[in-house]
Protein backbone atom coordinates (compact mmCIF):
# COMPACT_ATOMS: atom_id res chain seq x y z
CA UNK A 1 0.00 0.00 0.00
CA UNK A 2 1.36 3.42 -0.96
CA UNK A 3 1.22 5.70 2.30
CA UNK A 4 -0.20 8.83 2.06
CA UNK A 5 0.20 11.95 3.54
CA UNK A 6 -3.27 14.10 4.28
CA UNK A 7 -3.40 16.97 2.38
CA UNK A 8 -6.03 19.83 1.72
CA UNK A 9 -7.44 20.90 -1.71
CA UNK A 10 -7.48 24.38 -3.33
CA UNK A 11 -11.19 24.44 -2.34
CA UNK A 12 -10.90 23.37 0.97
CA UNK A 13 -11.38 19.65 1.58
CA UNK A 14 -9.10 17.88 3.03
CA UNK A 15 -8.30 14.39 1.42
CA UNK A 16 -7.06 11.07 3.84
CA UNK A 17 -5.32 8.03 3.68
CA UNK A 18 -6.75 5.16 1.73
CA UNK A 19 -9.87 4.32 2.11
CA UNK A 20 -10.22 1.25 -0.58
CA UNK A 21 -7.72 -0.36 -2.28
CA UNK A 22 -8.53 -2.55 -5.43
CA UNK A 23 -4.63 -5.13 -5.05
CA UNK A 24 -4.03 -6.63 -8.58
CA UNK A 25 -7.69 -7.68 -9.52
CA UNK A 26 -8.98 -9.89 -12.85
CA UNK A 27 -12.43 -10.94 -13.15
CA UNK A 28 -13.15 -13.40 -16.12
CA UNK A 29 -16.72 -14.48 -17.29
CA UNK A 30 -16.07 -17.88 -18.53
CA UNK A 31 -13.38 -17.23 -21.54
CA UNK A 32 -13.94 -13.80 -21.10
CA UNK A 33 -11.48 -11.38 -19.18
CA UNK A 34 -13.55 -8.56 -18.29
CA UNK A 35 -10.47 -6.80 -16.18
CA UNK A 36 -6.98 -7.73 -16.07
CA UNK A 37 -4.62 -7.33 -12.77
CA UNK A 38 -6.03 -3.72 -12.02
CA UNK A 39 -4.53 -1.77 -9.03
CA UNK A 40 -5.95 1.62 -7.65
CA UNK A 41 -6.76 2.97 -4.61
CA UNK A 42 -9.29 5.08 -3.35
CA UNK A 43 -8.75 7.73 -0.71
CA UNK A 44 -10.72 9.12 1.95
CA UNK A 45 -12.88 12.54 1.47
CA UNK A 46 -11.59 12.30 -2.44
CA UNK A 47 -13.63 12.05 -5.58
CA UNK A 48 -12.42 9.19 -8.17
CA UNK A 49 -13.84 8.65 -11.06
CA UNK A 50 -13.15 5.88 -13.79
CA UNK A 51 -13.55 6.37 -17.30
CA UNK A 52 -13.07 4.35 -20.78
CA UNK A 53 -14.85 3.21 -23.57
CA UNK A 54 -17.69 1.14 -23.61
CA UNK A 55 -17.10 -2.19 -22.65
CA UNK A 56 -13.97 -1.65 -20.55
CA UNK A 57 -15.10 -2.68 -17.52
CA UNK A 58 -15.69 -0.05 -15.67
CA UNK A 59 -19.26 -1.25 -14.33
CA UNK A 60 -17.80 -4.43 -14.26
CA UNK A 61 -15.37 -2.69 -11.35
CA UNK A 62 -18.09 -0.91 -9.69
CA UNK A 63 -19.84 -4.58 -8.81
CA UNK A 64 -16.72 -6.05 -7.90
CA UNK A 65 -16.61 -2.67 -5.04
CA UNK A 66 -20.13 -3.72 -4.11
CA UNK A 67 -19.93 -7.23 -4.04
CA UNK A 68 -21.77 -8.24 -6.74
CA UNK A 69 -18.96 -9.97 -8.54
CA UNK A 70 -16.12 -11.54 -6.86
CA UNK A 71 -12.72 -11.68 -8.22
CA UNK A 72 -10.59 -14.84 -9.78
CA UNK A 73 -7.54 -13.07 -8.45
CA UNK A 74 -6.70 -9.98 -6.27
CA UNK A 75 -7.78 -8.39 -3.12
CA UNK A 76 -10.14 -5.43 -2.23
CA UNK A 77 -8.82 -3.80 0.83
CA UNK A 78 -11.49 -1.72 2.79
CA UNK A 79 -10.80 0.56 6.08
CA UNK A 80 -7.27 -0.57 5.87
CA UNK A 81 -8.20 -4.62 6.17
CA UNK A 82 -8.79 -7.58 3.38
CA UNK A 83 -12.18 -7.68 2.57
CA UNK A 84 -13.30 -11.53 2.68
CA UNK A 85 -15.78 -12.73 0.22
CA UNK A 86 -19.25 -11.30 0.96
CA UNK A 87 -22.82 -11.23 -0.17
CA UNK A 88 -24.08 -7.52 -1.42
CA UNK A 89 -25.98 -6.76 1.33
CA UNK A 90 -23.01 -7.22 3.94
CA UNK A 91 -20.96 -5.03 1.72
CA UNK A 92 -23.90 -2.68 1.73
CA UNK A 93 -24.18 -2.19 6.00
CA UNK A 94 -20.26 -2.23 6.11
CA UNK A 95 -20.75 1.37 4.70
CA UNK A 96 -20.56 1.44 0.49
CA UNK A 97 -23.80 3.41 -1.30
CA UNK A 98 -24.52 2.79 -4.82
CA UNK A 99 -26.62 4.39 -7.61
CA UNK A 100 -27.46 2.88 -10.52
CA UNK A 101 -26.66 3.32 -14.64
CA UNK A 102 -30.03 2.33 -15.07
CA UNK A 103 -32.81 3.57 -12.40
CA UNK A 104 -33.34 1.08 -9.86
CA UNK A 105 -35.75 2.38 -7.65
CA UNK A 106 -38.98 0.40 -6.00
CA UNK A 107 -41.03 2.20 -8.20
CA UNK A 108 -44.20 1.19 -6.03
CA UNK A 109 -43.19 3.33 -3.36
CA UNK A 110 -43.75 6.80 -2.70
CA UNK A 111 -40.16 9.49 -2.94
CA UNK A 112 -40.45 9.39 0.91
CA UNK A 113 -40.62 5.24 1.30
CA UNK A 114 -37.91 4.53 -0.95
CA UNK A 115 -35.02 7.30 0.75
CA UNK A 116 -36.53 5.52 4.37
CA UNK A 117 -35.70 2.41 2.85
CA UNK A 118 -32.05 3.62 2.03
CA UNK A 119 -31.83 4.27 6.18
CA UNK A 120 -32.78 0.17 7.02
CA UNK A 121 -29.41 -0.11 7.82
CA UNK A 122 -29.89 1.55 10.16
CA UNK A 123 -33.15 0.54 11.99
CA UNK A 124 -32.81 -1.87 13.84
CA UNK A 125 -36.21 -2.85 15.95
CA UNK A 126 -37.29 -6.20 16.69
CA UNK A 127 -40.06 -8.26 14.56
CA UNK A 128 -42.73 -7.99 17.81
CA UNK A 129 -41.72 -4.02 18.14
CA UNK A 130 -42.34 -3.26 14.69
CA UNK A 131 -45.70 -5.43 14.87
CA UNK A 132 -46.87 -3.63 17.91
CA UNK A 133 -44.84 -0.18 16.35
CA UNK A 134 -44.16 -0.05 19.98
CA UNK A 135 -41.01 1.73 21.97
CA UNK A 136 -37.92 1.31 19.83
CA UNK A 137 -40.00 0.93 16.30
CA UNK A 138 -42.36 4.15 16.44
CA UNK A 139 -38.68 5.93 17.71
CA UNK A 140 -36.61 4.99 14.94
CA UNK A 141 -39.48 5.30 12.49
CA UNK A 142 -39.78 9.31 13.89
CA UNK A 143 -35.69 9.75 14.18
CA UNK A 144 -34.94 8.34 10.42
CA UNK A 145 -37.82 10.21 9.04
CA UNK A 146 -36.08 13.49 10.28
CA UNK A 147 -32.43 12.21 8.91
CA UNK A 148 -34.81 11.43 5.69
CA UNK A 149 -36.06 14.85 5.58
CA UNK A 150 -32.76 16.45 5.84
CA UNK A 151 -31.70 15.05 2.47
CA UNK A 152 -34.43 15.22 0.78
CA UNK A 153 -34.33 19.22 1.71
CA UNK A 154 -30.31 18.82 0.86
CA UNK A 155 -31.40 17.83 -2.32
CA UNK A 156 -34.43 19.64 -2.93
CA UNK A 157 -37.33 17.72 -3.35
CA UNK A 158 -39.80 18.47 -0.78
CA UNK A 159 -42.04 18.86 -3.37
CA UNK A 160 -42.59 15.07 -4.68
CA UNK A 161 -42.23 13.25 -1.39
CA UNK A 162 -45.01 11.68 -1.83
CA UNK A 163 -45.10 11.35 -5.37
CA UNK A 164 -44.81 7.88 -6.55
CA UNK A 165 -41.77 7.11 -8.12
CA UNK A 166 -43.46 5.72 -11.15
CA UNK A 167 -44.77 9.08 -12.22
CA UNK A 168 -41.57 11.24 -11.57
CA UNK A 169 -39.70 12.13 -14.89
CA UNK A 170 -35.83 11.06 -16.05
CA UNK A 171 -33.81 13.62 -14.02
CA UNK A 172 -35.67 13.46 -10.83
CA UNK A 173 -35.61 10.21 -10.64
CA UNK A 174 -31.89 10.51 -10.63
CA UNK A 175 -31.96 12.60 -8.01
CA UNK A 176 -33.83 10.24 -5.43
CA UNK A 177 -31.84 7.52 -6.30
CA UNK A 178 -29.26 9.70 -5.29
CA UNK A 179 -30.88 10.64 -1.81
CA UNK A 180 -31.44 6.56 -1.07
CA UNK A 181 -28.04 6.08 -1.65
CA UNK A 182 -27.03 9.23 0.81
CA UNK A 183 -29.77 7.95 3.41
CA UNK A 184 -27.55 4.89 4.44
CA UNK A 185 -24.40 7.89 5.13
CA UNK A 186 -22.05 5.15 2.88
CA UNK A 187 -18.42 6.53 3.78
CA UNK A 188 -18.30 5.49 -0.03
CA UNK A 189 -20.47 6.29 -2.50
CA UNK A 190 -20.83 4.42 -5.92
CA UNK A 191 -22.22 6.34 -8.77
CA UNK A 192 -22.78 4.64 -12.28
CA UNK A 193 -22.71 7.15 -15.21
CA UNK A 194 -25.22 9.94 -12.61
CA UNK A 195 -25.16 11.73 -15.73
CA UNK A 196 -26.16 9.82 -18.48
CA UNK A 197 -29.25 10.80 -20.37
CA UNK A 198 -29.16 14.37 -19.34
CA UNK A 199 -29.26 17.56 -20.40
CA UNK A 200 -26.62 20.19 -19.80
CA UNK A 201 -28.94 22.18 -17.32
CA UNK A 202 -29.62 18.78 -15.46
CA UNK A 203 -26.19 17.95 -15.60
CA UNK A 204 -25.28 21.10 -14.20
CA UNK A 205 -27.65 20.41 -11.01
CA UNK A 206 -26.29 17.02 -10.41
CA UNK A 207 -22.38 17.91 -10.51
CA UNK A 208 -23.32 20.81 -8.00
CA UNK A 209 -25.53 18.15 -5.76
CA UNK A 210 -22.21 15.56 -6.14
CA UNK A 211 -19.70 18.26 -5.20
CA UNK A 212 -22.03 19.15 -2.35
CA UNK A 213 -22.07 15.51 -1.02
CA UNK A 214 -18.59 15.46 -0.74
CA UNK A 215 -18.00 18.70 0.99
CA UNK A 216 -20.38 18.57 3.79
CA UNK A 217 -20.96 15.05 4.27
CA UNK A 218 -17.32 14.35 3.77
CA UNK A 219 -18.79 11.16 2.03
CA UNK A 220 -15.73 9.98 -0.95
CA UNK A 221 -17.43 9.31 -3.91
CA UNK A 222 -16.13 6.60 -7.06
CA UNK A 223 -18.42 7.67 -10.07
CA UNK A 224 -18.37 6.34 -13.97
CA UNK A 225 -19.36 9.37 -16.12
CA UNK A 226 -18.72 9.38 -20.31
CA UNK A 227 -18.83 13.27 -20.21
CA UNK A 228 -15.09 14.30 -20.33
CA UNK A 229 -15.74 17.83 -19.10
CA UNK A 230 -17.68 17.05 -15.91
CA UNK A 231 -15.18 14.25 -15.35
CA UNK A 232 -12.23 16.30 -15.14
CA UNK A 233 -14.01 19.01 -13.45
CA UNK A 234 -15.63 17.01 -10.63
CA UNK A 235 -12.80 14.45 -9.81
CA UNK A 236 -9.39 14.74 -7.59
CA UNK A 237 -8.33 11.72 -9.47
CA UNK A 238 -8.98 9.75 -12.68
CA UNK A 239 -8.43 6.07 -13.68
CA UNK A 240 -8.55 5.68 -17.18
CA UNK A 241 -9.57 1.36 -18.29
CA UNK A 242 -9.49 0.06 -21.89
CA UNK A 243 -10.41 -3.54 -22.72
CA UNK A 244 -9.73 -4.67 -19.12
CA UNK A 245 -6.70 -3.05 -18.41
CA UNK A 246 -5.50 -0.04 -16.54
CA UNK A 247 -4.25 2.49 -19.02
CA UNK A 248 -3.83 5.70 -16.94
CA UNK A 249 -4.25 6.65 -13.40
CA UNK A 250 -3.43 10.39 -12.04
CA UNK A 251 -5.01 13.85 -11.49
CA UNK A 252 -7.09 15.20 -14.57
CA UNK A 253 -4.45 16.75 -16.02
CA UNK A 254 -2.03 13.87 -15.67
CA UNK A 255 -4.08 12.09 -17.40
CA UNK A 256 -5.31 14.28 -20.09
CA UNK A 257 -1.54 14.49 -21.31
CA UNK A 258 -0.80 10.97 -20.99
CA UNK A 259 -0.17 9.67 -24.50
CA UNK A 260 -1.88 5.99 -23.97
CA UNK A 261 -5.48 7.78 -22.89
CA UNK A 262 -5.00 10.31 -25.89
CA UNK A 263 -4.68 7.37 -28.11
CA UNK A 264 -7.23 4.96 -26.54
CA UNK A 265 -10.08 7.00 -25.52
CA UNK A 266 -9.70 10.94 -26.04
CA UNK A 267 -9.06 10.63 -29.51
CA UNK A 268 -5.62 11.09 -31.74
CA UNK A 269 -5.33 13.26 -33.94
CA UNK A 270 -4.90 12.09 -37.31
CA UNK A 271 -3.20 13.76 -40.32
CA UNK B 1 -66.56 18.63 1.75
CA UNK B 2 -67.07 16.35 4.07
CA UNK B 3 -63.22 15.10 2.83
CA UNK B 4 -61.96 18.57 3.24
CA UNK B 5 -58.09 18.52 4.81
CA UNK B 6 -57.15 21.90 4.46
CA UNK B 7 -56.34 22.89 8.02
CA UNK B 8 -55.19 19.85 9.30
CA UNK B 9 -51.36 20.97 9.77
CA UNK B 10 -48.91 18.41 11.26
CA UNK B 11 -46.32 19.71 13.22
CA UNK B 12 -44.17 16.59 14.01
CA UNK B 13 -42.96 13.47 12.60
CA UNK B 14 -44.83 11.80 14.61
CA UNK B 15 -48.11 13.09 14.02
CA UNK B 16 -47.41 13.22 10.31
CA UNK B 17 -46.64 9.17 10.43
CA UNK B 18 -49.83 8.58 12.75
CA UNK B 19 -52.01 5.54 11.23
CA UNK B 20 -54.63 8.06 10.09
CA UNK B 21 -53.16 11.50 9.63
CA UNK B 22 -56.38 12.60 8.22
CA UNK B 23 -58.94 12.96 10.52
CA UNK B 24 -62.08 11.93 8.68
CA UNK B 25 -60.52 8.75 8.14
CA UNK B 26 -60.14 7.75 11.42
CA UNK B 27 -63.71 8.85 12.00
CA UNK B 28 -64.70 6.55 8.93
CA UNK B 29 -62.82 3.70 10.56
CA UNK B 30 -65.20 3.94 13.84
CA UNK B 31 -67.93 3.84 12.50
CA UNK B 32 -67.08 1.03 10.46
CA UNK B 33 -65.62 -0.29 13.67
CA UNK B 34 -68.91 0.66 15.61
CA UNK B 35 -71.39 -1.28 12.87
CA UNK B 36 -68.93 -4.35 13.08
CA UNK B 37 -68.54 -4.60 17.24
CA UNK B 38 -71.80 -3.50 18.03
CA UNK B 39 -75.12 -2.42 15.19
CA UNK B 40 -74.32 -5.79 13.54
CA UNK B 41 -74.48 -8.05 15.87
CA UNK B 42 -77.30 -6.53 17.23
CA UNK B 43 -79.52 -6.58 14.14
CA UNK B 44 -78.30 -10.06 12.02
CA UNK B 45 -80.28 -12.92 12.27
CA UNK B 46 -78.62 -16.09 12.40
CA UNK B 47 -78.85 -16.10 8.57
CA UNK B 48 -76.70 -13.09 7.97
CA UNK B 49 -73.64 -14.32 10.39
CA UNK B 50 -73.77 -17.71 8.90
CA UNK B 51 -73.56 -16.53 5.33
CA UNK B 52 -72.12 -13.16 5.31
CA UNK B 53 -70.46 -11.40 8.58
CA UNK B 54 -68.41 -14.18 9.51
CA UNK B 55 -67.37 -15.56 6.32
CA UNK B 56 -66.48 -11.85 5.56
CA UNK B 57 -63.67 -11.68 8.44
CA UNK B 58 -62.28 -14.97 7.71
CA UNK B 59 -62.45 -15.07 3.92
CA UNK B 60 -60.52 -10.81 3.96
CA UNK B 61 -58.04 -12.51 6.91
CA UNK B 62 -57.12 -15.05 4.72
CA UNK B 63 -56.90 -12.66 1.35
CA UNK B 64 -54.55 -10.17 3.65
CA UNK B 65 -52.05 -13.25 4.97
CA UNK B 66 -51.67 -14.14 0.98
CA UNK B 67 -51.45 -10.19 -0.03
CA UNK B 68 -48.12 -9.72 2.33
CA UNK B 69 -46.97 -12.23 0.43
CA UNK B 70 -48.19 -11.41 -3.14
CA UNK B 71 -48.58 -7.44 -2.75
CA UNK B 72 -45.96 -6.49 -0.53
CA UNK B 73 -43.30 -8.62 -0.96
CA UNK B 74 -43.93 -9.88 -4.95
CA UNK B 75 -43.95 -14.05 -4.11
CA UNK B 76 -47.06 -15.31 -6.27
CA UNK B 77 -48.52 -18.18 -4.47
CA UNK B 78 -50.91 -20.38 -5.25
CA UNK B 79 -50.82 -22.32 -2.30
CA UNK B 80 -53.19 -20.63 0.26
CA UNK B 81 -55.95 -22.90 0.46
CA UNK B 82 -53.66 -25.66 1.21
CA UNK B 83 -51.90 -23.62 4.04
CA UNK B 84 -55.28 -22.82 5.22
CA UNK B 85 -55.81 -26.47 5.31
CA UNK B 86 -52.38 -26.89 7.95
CA UNK B 87 -53.86 -24.14 10.23
CA UNK B 88 -57.04 -25.81 10.52
CA UNK B 89 -55.77 -29.62 11.14
CA UNK B 90 -52.60 -28.45 13.53
CA UNK B 91 -55.82 -26.28 15.32
CA UNK B 92 -57.53 -29.69 15.19
CA UNK B 93 -54.50 -31.67 16.41
CA UNK B 94 -53.64 -28.96 19.46
CA UNK B 95 -57.29 -29.15 20.88
CA UNK B 96 -57.70 -32.85 20.87
CA UNK B 97 -54.21 -33.56 21.84
CA UNK B 98 -54.52 -30.91 24.95
CA UNK B 99 -58.48 -29.98 25.24
CA UNK B 100 -57.81 -28.26 28.08
CA UNK B 101 -56.42 -25.88 25.79
CA UNK B 102 -58.07 -22.38 25.51
CA UNK B 103 -59.36 -22.61 21.96
CA UNK B 104 -57.95 -19.14 20.51
CA UNK B 105 -54.53 -20.06 22.01
CA UNK B 106 -54.92 -22.72 19.90
CA UNK B 107 -55.92 -20.96 17.34
CA UNK B 108 -53.44 -18.24 17.45
CA UNK B 109 -50.88 -20.83 18.14
CA UNK B 110 -52.06 -23.46 14.92
CA UNK B 111 -50.98 -20.35 12.37
CA UNK B 112 -47.41 -21.43 13.88
CA UNK B 113 -47.74 -24.38 12.23
CA UNK B 114 -48.49 -23.47 8.96
CA UNK B 115 -46.00 -20.25 8.84
CA UNK B 116 -43.80 -23.13 9.92
CA UNK B 117 -44.95 -24.93 6.52
CA UNK B 118 -44.72 -21.98 4.90
CA UNK B 119 -41.38 -20.76 5.32
CA UNK B 120 -40.38 -24.51 4.38
CA UNK B 121 -42.13 -24.06 0.76
CA UNK B 122 -40.42 -20.50 0.53
CA UNK B 123 -37.26 -21.42 0.28
CA UNK B 124 -37.78 -22.53 -3.91
CA UNK B 125 -38.59 -18.74 -3.53
CA UNK B 126 -34.64 -18.10 -3.17
CA UNK B 127 -34.17 -19.37 -6.58
CA UNK B 128 -36.76 -18.85 -8.88
CA UNK B 129 -39.60 -15.97 -9.49
CA UNK B 130 -42.72 -15.53 -10.76
CA UNK B 131 -44.72 -18.21 -12.56
CA UNK B 132 -41.57 -20.76 -11.53
CA UNK B 133 -42.44 -20.30 -8.09
CA UNK B 134 -46.28 -20.27 -8.93
CA UNK B 135 -45.45 -23.55 -9.99
CA UNK B 136 -43.89 -24.72 -6.52
CA UNK B 137 -46.40 -23.41 -4.13
CA UNK B 138 -48.68 -25.13 -6.71
CA UNK B 139 -46.80 -28.22 -5.66
CA UNK B 140 -47.02 -27.20 -2.02
CA UNK B 141 -50.92 -26.96 -2.61
CA UNK B 142 -51.50 -31.16 -4.17
CA UNK B 143 -49.03 -32.13 -1.79
CA UNK B 144 -50.57 -31.10 1.57
CA UNK B 145 -54.00 -31.84 0.35
CA UNK B 146 -52.89 -35.44 -0.51
CA UNK B 147 -51.40 -35.28 2.83
CA UNK B 148 -54.52 -34.49 4.93
CA UNK B 149 -56.32 -37.56 2.83
CA UNK B 150 -53.32 -39.72 3.39
CA UNK B 151 -52.44 -39.56 6.74
CA UNK B 152 -54.87 -40.45 9.26
CA UNK B 153 -53.12 -39.37 12.29
CA UNK B 154 -54.05 -36.19 11.33
CA UNK B 155 -57.95 -36.29 11.69
CA UNK B 156 -57.05 -38.84 14.45
CA UNK B 157 -57.99 -41.89 12.38
CA UNK B 158 -61.54 -41.52 11.61
CA UNK B 159 -63.50 -43.88 9.51
CA UNK B 160 -64.77 -40.70 7.84
CA UNK B 161 -61.21 -38.86 7.19
CA UNK B 162 -62.72 -35.90 7.71
CA UNK B 163 -62.38 -33.46 11.30
CA UNK B 164 -65.12 -33.04 13.24
CA UNK B 165 -64.97 -29.86 15.18
CA UNK B 166 -66.04 -30.33 18.72
CA UNK B 167 -68.05 -28.63 21.86
CA UNK B 168 -65.45 -26.34 23.25
CA UNK B 169 -66.33 -24.02 25.60
CA UNK B 170 -64.39 -20.28 27.17
CA UNK B 171 -65.35 -19.56 30.68
CA UNK B 172 -68.41 -21.54 30.55
CA UNK B 173 -69.42 -20.03 26.73
CA UNK B 174 -69.64 -22.75 24.34
CA UNK B 175 -67.36 -20.71 21.63
CA UNK B 176 -66.84 -23.98 18.99
CA UNK B 177 -68.85 -27.07 18.42
CA UNK B 178 -72.50 -27.45 17.33
CA UNK B 179 -73.41 -26.16 20.49
CA UNK B 180 -71.91 -22.26 20.17
CA UNK B 181 -74.00 -19.44 19.42
CA UNK B 182 -73.12 -18.11 15.93
CA UNK B 183 -72.81 -14.62 17.50
CA UNK B 184 -70.25 -15.86 20.04
CA UNK B 185 -68.47 -17.40 17.18
CA UNK B 186 -68.39 -14.01 14.94
CA UNK B 187 -67.28 -11.94 17.82
CA UNK B 188 -64.37 -14.70 18.29
CA UNK B 189 -63.59 -14.28 14.43
CA UNK B 190 -63.74 -10.50 14.72
CA UNK B 191 -61.63 -9.64 17.58
CA UNK B 192 -58.58 -11.77 16.19
CA UNK B 193 -59.36 -10.54 12.59
CA UNK B 194 -58.80 -6.84 13.97
CA UNK B 195 -55.75 -7.66 15.92
CA UNK B 196 -54.29 -9.35 13.05
CA UNK B 197 -55.16 -6.92 11.22
CA UNK B 198 -53.74 -3.75 12.96
CA UNK B 199 -50.49 -6.28 13.33
CA UNK B 200 -50.07 -6.35 9.36
CA UNK B 201 -50.54 -2.63 9.24
CA UNK B 202 -47.84 -1.68 11.57
CA UNK B 203 -45.82 -4.48 9.49
CA UNK B 204 -46.82 -3.11 5.93
CA UNK B 205 -45.94 0.27 7.04
CA UNK B 206 -42.74 0.05 9.27
CA UNK B 207 -39.17 -1.34 8.23
CA UNK B 208 -40.47 -5.16 7.54
CA UNK B 209 -42.37 -3.49 5.02
CA UNK B 210 -40.28 -1.59 3.58
CA UNK B 211 -37.75 -4.36 3.35
CA UNK B 212 -40.73 -6.25 1.43
CA UNK B 213 -41.86 -3.75 -0.79
CA UNK B 214 -38.60 -3.12 -2.06
CA UNK B 215 -37.56 -6.84 -2.82
CA UNK B 216 -41.10 -6.62 -4.92
CA UNK B 217 -40.05 -3.61 -7.02
CA UNK B 218 -36.39 -4.35 -7.73
CA UNK B 219 -34.72 -7.32 -5.86
CA UNK B 220 -31.33 -6.07 -6.99
CA UNK B 221 -31.09 -2.43 -6.08
CA UNK B 222 -32.77 -3.64 -2.90
CA UNK B 223 -29.84 -6.21 -2.08
CA UNK B 224 -27.38 -3.76 -3.01
CA UNK B 225 -28.70 -0.91 -0.48
CA UNK B 226 -28.27 -3.39 2.21
CA UNK B 227 -31.50 -6.05 2.26
CA UNK B 228 -31.15 -9.66 2.56
CA UNK B 229 -33.38 -10.81 0.31
CA UNK B 230 -33.20 -14.38 1.85
CA UNK B 231 -34.49 -13.13 5.38
CA UNK B 232 -36.39 -10.49 3.55
CA UNK B 233 -38.62 -13.30 1.32
CA UNK B 234 -39.02 -15.95 4.06
CA UNK B 235 -40.19 -13.33 6.97
CA UNK B 236 -43.15 -12.92 4.28
CA UNK B 237 -43.74 -16.25 3.73
CA UNK B 238 -43.66 -17.05 7.72
CA UNK B 239 -45.99 -13.97 8.31
CA UNK B 240 -48.40 -14.63 5.38
CA UNK B 241 -48.30 -18.06 6.27
CA UNK B 242 -49.31 -17.48 9.96
CA UNK B 243 -52.19 -15.44 9.22
CA UNK B 244 -54.11 -17.48 6.46
CA UNK B 245 -53.35 -20.39 8.93
CA UNK B 246 -55.53 -18.54 11.28
CA UNK B 247 -57.61 -17.85 8.68
CA UNK B 248 -57.74 -21.57 7.84
CA UNK B 249 -58.36 -22.94 11.55
CA UNK B 250 -61.23 -19.92 12.07
CA UNK B 251 -62.55 -21.24 9.20
CA UNK B 252 -63.16 -24.75 10.27
CA UNK B 253 -63.92 -23.90 13.95
CA UNK B 254 -65.96 -20.41 13.69
CA UNK B 255 -67.59 -21.55 10.53
CA UNK B 256 -67.60 -24.49 9.03
CA UNK B 257 -67.55 -27.13 12.01
CA UNK B 258 -66.33 -29.74 9.80
CA UNK B 259 -63.80 -30.39 6.83
CA UNK B 260 -62.67 -32.70 4.56
CA UNK B 261 -59.16 -32.54 2.80
CA UNK B 262 -60.75 -31.28 -0.84
CA UNK B 263 -62.16 -28.26 1.14
CA UNK B 264 -58.86 -27.22 0.80
CA UNK B 265 -57.78 -27.53 -2.26
CA UNK B 266 -57.39 -25.50 -5.74
CA UNK B 267 -60.47 -23.51 -5.46
CA UNK B 268 -60.00 -22.18 -2.27
CA UNK B 269 -56.78 -21.49 -3.33
CA UNK B 270 -58.18 -19.24 -5.99
CA UNK B 271 -61.20 -17.75 -4.56
CA UNK B 272 -58.72 -16.44 -1.55
CA UNK B 273 -56.45 -14.72 -5.12
CA UNK B 274 -59.52 -13.53 -6.33
CA UNK B 275 -60.67 -11.84 -3.58
CA UNK B 276 -56.83 -9.91 -2.85
CA UNK B 277 -56.60 -9.43 -6.46
CA UNK B 278 -60.27 -7.80 -7.06
CA UNK B 279 -59.35 -5.55 -3.78
CA UNK B 280 -55.89 -5.15 -4.85
CA UNK B 281 -52.66 -6.08 -4.07
CA UNK B 282 -50.36 -4.57 -1.88
CA UNK B 283 -53.23 -3.26 -0.05
CA UNK B 284 -54.78 -3.74 3.96
CA UNK B 285 -58.28 -2.62 2.85
CA UNK B 286 -58.47 -4.39 -0.04
CA UNK B 287 -59.02 -7.65 1.06
CA UNK B 288 -62.21 -6.87 3.05
CA UNK B 289 -63.57 -4.93 0.16
CA UNK B 290 -62.93 -8.12 -1.99
CA UNK B 291 -64.14 -10.43 -0.09
CA UNK B 292 -67.46 -8.53 0.95
CA UNK B 293 -67.44 -8.43 -3.12
CA UNK B 294 -66.77 -12.34 -3.65
CA UNK B 295 -68.95 -13.65 -0.82
CA UNK B 296 -71.39 -10.97 -0.65
CA UNK B 297 -72.51 -11.33 -4.52
CA UNK B 298 -73.87 -14.86 -4.28
CA UNK B 299 -76.27 -13.71 -1.43
CA UNK B 300 -77.44 -11.09 -3.03
CA UNK B 301 -78.26 -12.41 -6.49
CA UNK B 302 -79.88 -15.53 -4.30
CA UNK B 303 -82.22 -12.99 -2.23
CA UNK B 304 -82.57 -9.61 -4.42
CA UNK B 305 -84.21 -11.36 -7.65
CA UNK B 306 -86.41 -13.03 -4.99
CA UNK B 307 -87.44 -10.16 -2.47
CA UNK B 308 -88.65 -8.14 -5.83
CA UNK B 309 -91.01 -10.93 -6.98
CA UNK B 310 -88.33 -12.37 -9.78
CA UNK B 311 -88.42 -16.20 -9.16
CA UNK B 312 -84.62 -17.36 -9.84
CA UNK B 313 -83.22 -20.93 -10.15
CA UNK B 314 -80.26 -21.60 -7.65
CA UNK B 315 -78.06 -23.48 -10.63
CA UNK B 316 -78.66 -20.34 -12.36
CA UNK B 317 -77.55 -18.25 -9.72
CA UNK B 318 -74.86 -19.83 -9.00
CA UNK B 319 -73.72 -20.00 -13.10
CA UNK B 320 -74.82 -16.06 -12.62
CA UNK B 321 -72.22 -15.71 -9.48
CA UNK B 322 -69.61 -17.42 -11.29
CA UNK B 323 -70.32 -15.24 -14.88
CA UNK B 324 -70.23 -11.75 -12.65
CA UNK B 325 -66.84 -12.99 -10.95
CA UNK B 326 -65.30 -14.10 -13.84
CA UNK B 327 -65.72 -10.81 -15.74
CA UNK B 328 -64.99 -8.66 -12.64
CA UNK B 329 -61.89 -10.44 -12.98
CA UNK B 330 -61.02 -9.60 -16.22
CA UNK B 331 -62.67 -6.44 -15.31
CA UNK B 332 -60.10 -5.16 -13.07
CA UNK B 333 -56.67 -6.92 -14.66
CA UNK B 334 -57.66 -4.60 -17.86
CA UNK B 335 -58.70 -1.36 -16.19
CA UNK B 336 -57.73 -1.08 -12.76
CA UNK B 337 -54.70 -3.63 -12.00
CA UNK B 338 -54.74 -1.89 -7.99
CA UNK B 339 -58.08 -3.17 -7.64
CA UNK B 340 -61.18 -1.87 -5.24
CA UNK B 341 -58.53 -0.23 -2.73
CA UNK B 342 -57.49 1.96 -5.55
CA UNK B 343 -60.90 2.90 -6.68
CA UNK B 344 -61.25 3.75 -3.21
CA UNK B 345 -57.96 5.84 -3.25
CA UNK B 346 -59.42 8.10 -6.38
CA UNK B 347 -62.72 9.02 -4.94
CA UNK B 348 -61.21 9.91 -1.41
CA UNK B 349 -59.38 11.90 -3.91
CA UNK B 350 -62.36 13.06 -5.64
CA UNK B 351 -63.60 13.66 -1.99
CA UNK B 352 -60.73 15.59 -0.55
CA UNK B 353 -60.76 18.16 -3.54
CA UNK B 354 -64.95 18.16 -4.34
CA UNK B 355 -66.11 20.34 -5.73
CA UNK B 356 -63.85 21.84 -7.40
CA UNK B 357 -62.11 19.64 -10.43
CA UNK B 358 -58.40 20.03 -8.97
Known amino acids: ?271 | MLYRTAGQFKTSYRADQALFPIRQDAFLLGVILLCAWVIFPLTASEFTFQTILTPILIYSLAALGLNILTGFAGQLSLGTGAFMGVGAYACYKLITLMPWLNPVVAILMSGVFSAGVGVLFGIPSLRIKGFYLAIATLAAQFFLVWLFEKWAWLYNFNSSGAIQVPNLDMFGLYVAGPQASSMTQYYLVLGITCLLTWICINLTRGTLGRTWKATRDMDIAAELIGIDLMRSKLTAFAVSSYVVGVAGALFVFMWRGAAEPNLFDIPLSFRVLFIAIIGGLGSVLGNYLGAILIVGLPVVLNTVPRAIGIEIDSALVEHLNIMIVGTLIIFFLVVEPHGLNQLWRLIREKLIIWPFPH
Open chain 1, 1 to 271: MTAYEPYTTTDGRTIGGVLMEMKNITLRFGGVEAIRDISFDIREGEIRAIIGPNGAGKSSMLNIISGFYHPQEGEVWYKGAPRPAMKPYEVARMGVGRTFQNIALFEGMSVLDNVMTGRLTHMHASFWQQALWWGKAEREEIYNREQVEKIIDFLEIQAIRRTPVGRLPYGLKKRVELARALAAEPSLLLLDEPMAGMNVEEKEDMSRFILDVNDEFGTTIALIEHDMGVVMDLSDRVVVMDYGRKIGDGTPDEVRNDQDVIDAYLGVAHG
